[in-house]
């Protein structure tokens, strides 16, 4: 059974930087594709970015192209998410996500409901 364990989260300022990661184990990690989410208070999921199992295709939300970057590192066990210029309006938990679908795979979908996998979640609040 894959487990996600998202970290990294914290308080920052109105345009600074973050990085989160998230530490993947308990099956192997190639046949997954992985997914940041996040969701603020009284709004819902929204996707953030997603890489491919061979991390030929990533896919980013509109709201945060140009500043954030997916990667996986680390012998592909974990997956980041560089943060730049961050937004007050970007405060919210931080999910990481896995899926073997090969839709997600192939297209580089965002759909929450595509995903089976998920972490608890980190947080992030921006805030001067």
């Known amino acids: 059974q894959l487990q996600l364990v998202e970290s990294g989260g914290g308080l920052v300022q109105p345009g600074d930087s973050l990085r989160l990661h998230c530490t993947a184990s308990g099956d192997t990690l190639d046949y997954y594709s992985f997914a940041w989410f996040r969701q603020a208070p009284g709004k819902e999921r929204e996707g953030v970015a997603m890489i491919n199992r061979s991390g030929g295709v990533i896919n980013y939300g509109n709201s945060v192209k140009d500043r954030f970057t997916i990667r996986r590192a680390g012998a592909k066990s974990t997956v980041d998410l560089q943060m730049n210029v961050l937004k007050k309006e970007e405060t919210a938990v931080y999910y990481c996500?896995?899926?073997?679908?090969?839709?997600?795979?192939?297209?580089?979908?965002?759909?929450?409901?595509?995903?089976?996998?998920w972490g608890q979640g980190t947080q992030v609040t921006v805030s001067s």
């Open positions: 996500a896995a899926s073997k679908s090969s839709r997600v795979d192939e297209l580089g979908s965002l759909n929450a409901e595509e995903y089976n996998y």
